[in-house]
């Protein structure tokens, strides 16, 4: 077994490979930027690059890449070798400062949403001091911002690195307020919880659906999908078990605090669980923990499957964004402490999160939007696309008692009696946990359970940190203006708490009566990916990302351009995908058996007559009938497509493939996924949901 200390973080140059390789003063100019922001000079800069080129080297790195996040949700990466030519016609190996520093890779193909020309090529990468650099397929990955050539944002990271310096900024001024001078920053901190599906890579590769889209486009549901509730947290077969122990593995040489792992609801869907960290560096694992898995996978003969619904009717996967506010002397300002009511600090910084998530519901929903989530979000197995809190029982009755300035009498903590003397008595925590909430307060941070599970983690983090930042700001310049701090905080509690609790919600969320409720309270309830954009070009919402800094108007009108874009490429290539497997796949085999079928009639009805054909019969008349609304269909579905890639408005284009491409898209599916039901199981040109999901055996 190998020594996992030992083993951690070896592929990373992290702060304890730093101490090592870097002068003293060298690394101490590095801290300072990487805690307190300070710049970088081109002098230290030259020596970290010569020192992470020669630790590179020795991990067996041959070239180095900019690794950065465009707006496709992935990440990108170009590679350059280490060497250089000599005057003797040899080589060195080197990484200058400059290069270290700055990249610049071709920006015209990737979505920008207007910001760049196709013919304005020019863009520019820019090292993150503060997430660290890692060794991966031989190449030295230094994470980077993207930018264009004239400055704007073409990537998820740079917004989120402005959003955690504006929160940082206002809480540290509420903290002052509290007394608090140590404190010099404020993170936030995230753990991202990842659930994935598990298939046999050669069923997989024989889905052609699964191949171009990610997810299952027809299928009938199989005898056994997860309706015994067996497969939860239920004993790993051993190829999965083994799966799992290289993954762990694998994440562990990066430093990333991979913890937890177990079976998840559906058949073939697990999780994996890291540690918390400091978000933007929790944001750049979880996009490096899901390129691994995929990695892994396949050296196990498997496929991971990251789409939000690879099967229709057994459930999706989502990312459970574990979110909290940290100081720098390793306070988590949201940790209740043992008598909640009597912690005036953690309470303010309660209601920020409160307010904040209530003034931009909107926000919350359009950061967790795509077209693959639009399946699984208020599905039964996910929150509800209506945006809400969970606080728990004991946190509510709290607030209640000082928004209506009564006495909140504590009563001791409960413990649990489970009755069975050799059991050990432990105490209840201060909440439960709501699986139905979309953010729900666990203890000492929120859980936003909204995400899909192949989205990047920086979208939903960078409203939640300028939103709050817009609130903490708020508090700030009221409560610096206060001649009485106590009384003006204990209103500030209050009001706040009144004002914006109808965003609070402790009961069930599948329940359709919550949205009827949510709607009476005055709650969004912005359905569809293509609803939800157009948060992008609120005018509230701009302005919160133009006061902090954190985007420009131009720069979240791109958003919007992009995402109504994407939006109508994924339903393209889904409704493509469908005819092909029709025309090339389906169609062919239900003409074949029927052919086959009728043919065996006429031939024993020759050998003997009269005899009694009604089954096959049935069958051929129940086929054809299948067969030729299926056929309709698709033909609909060839002009619908054509009519949609016709519209050259964006958002016109993204609302017709909404409206009118996904709603022919379960027409055609419906009679398909009836026909593989009742044909022969050997001629279905492809395999079924069965032998998908039960496809990795022990």
Not at 28 to 33: I, N, S, V
Not at 643 to 667: G, P, T
Request: charged share 25%; proline share 4%.
């Amino acid at each position: 077994m190998k020594n996992i200390p030992e083993l951690f973080g070896t592929m990373s140059f992290n702060e304890k490979t730093m101490k090592e390789r870097l002068p003293k003063e060298t690394y101490k100019a590095l801290k300072k930027t990487i805690d307190l922001g300070e710049p970088l000079s081109a002098e230290v800069a030259s020596v970290v690059a010569n020192a992470m080129k020669d630790w590179a080297i020795e991990k067996g790195a041959t070239h180095f890449t900019h690794w950065f996040q465009p707006m496709t949700g992935i990440t990108a990466e170009k590679h350059d070798s280490f060497i250089n030519p000599t005057d003797d016609g040899q080589v060195i190996m080197e990484l200058s400062g400059k290069e270290l520093i700055k990249g610049e890779p071709d920006a015209s193909s990737f979505p920008s949403g207007g910001l760049r020309a196709t013919c304005e090529a020019r863009g520019y990468t820019a090292w993150d001091p503060t997430s660290y650099a890692f060794v991966k397929d031989g190449t030295l990955c230094i994470p980077t911002a993207f930018c264009s050539y004239t400055g704007e944002a073409l990537d998820k990271k740079t917004p989120l690195l402005r959003s955690m310096q504006a929160l940082s900024e206002q809480a540290v001024r509420v903290l002052r307020l509290f007394g608090n001078d140590s404190v010099t920053r404020v993170n936030t901190s995230v753990g991202a919880e990842q659930e994935y599906f598990l298939i046999d890579k050669e069923a997989y590769s024989k889905r052609k659906d699964l191949i171009y889209c990610g997810r299952t486009l027809f299928g009938s549901k199989p005898p056994k999908g997860q309706e015994l509730d067996d497969h939860y947290f239920g004993a790993l077969k051993q190829r999965v078990s083994d799966y799992m122990k290289d993954l762990d593995e694998e994440l562990w040489k990066y430093g990333i605090l991979a913890k937890t792992k177990h079976n998840e609801v559906a058949p073939a869907q697990h999780e994996l669980a890291p540690i918390y960290t400091t978000t933007n560096l929790a944001t750049d694992q979880n996009q490096l923990t899901m390129e691994i898995m995929k990695k892994v996978a396949l050296k196990h003969g498997m496929v991971c499957l990251l789409h939000e619904k690879p099967f229709e009717g057994i459930n999706g996967s989502g990312k459970h964004d574990n979110w909290s506010m940290s100081t720098d002397t390793g306070v988590n300002l949201l940790n209740p402490g043992e008598t909640p009511q009597d912690n005036a600090q953690f309470l303010l910084f309660l209601v920020a999160v409160i307010k904040a998530v209530d003034e931009y519901q909107d926000m919350m929903r359009l950061s967790v939007a795509s077209a693959g989530n639009d399946h699984r979000l208020g599905a039964n197995e996910a929150p509800p696309a209506v945006v809400s809190m969970f606080l728990g029982d004991e946190i509510t009755a709290v607030l209640e008692a000082i928004g209506n300035d009564e006495h909140y009498d504590a009563e001791a903590k409960t413990a649990m009696e489970l009755g069975v003397s050799v059991l050990p008595k432990f105490p209840k925590d201060n909440t439960d946990r709501n699986r139905t909430s979309p953010f729900a307060f666990t203890g000492n941070k929120f859980e936003f359970r909204m995400l899909g599970s192949a989205q990047s983690i920086a979208g939903p983090n960078t409203v939640l940190n300028t939103a709050c930042a817009k609130v903490l700001k708020g508090f700030a310049d009221k409560l610096e203006k206060a001649s009485d701090f106590n009384k003006a905080l204990h209103d500030l509690i209050k009001d706040t708490y009144n004002e914006h609790k109808r965003i609070i919600f402790n009961g069930n969320g599948y329940d359709d009566a919550w949205i009827t409720e949510a709607e009476k309270r005055g709650l969004c309830n912005l359905k569809t990916t293509v609803d939800a954009l157009e948060a992008y070009v609120n005018p509230k919402n701009i302005k919160l990302y133009e006061e902090f800094g954190v985007m420009t108007e131009a720069e979240s009108h791109a958003r919007y351009e992009i995402g109504m874009e994407n939006y109508s490429k994924v339903i393209n290539i889904e409704a493509e995908a469908m005819l092909k497997m029709a025309k090339k796949e389906i169609i062919p085999a239900v003409s074949a058996y029927t052919a086959d079928l009728a043919n065996a009639v006429c031939a024993k009805k020759e050998a003997v007559p009269g005899v009694n054909c009604k089954t096959e019969e049935s069958i051929i008349a129940k086929l054809s009938d299948l067969s030729a609304q299926f056929y309709d269909a698709t033909n609909e579905m060839e002009e619908l497509v054509a009519k949609a890639e016709s519209i050259e408005n964006v958002a016109e284009r993204a609302r017709f493939y909404k409206d009118n491409v996904l709603e022919q898209m379960d027409k055609m599916r419906s009679p398909a996924d009836i026909i593989e039901y009742n044909a022969d199981r050997e001629v279905w040109p492809y395999p079924t949901y069965g032998d998908l999901i039960f496809s990795v055996d022990e």
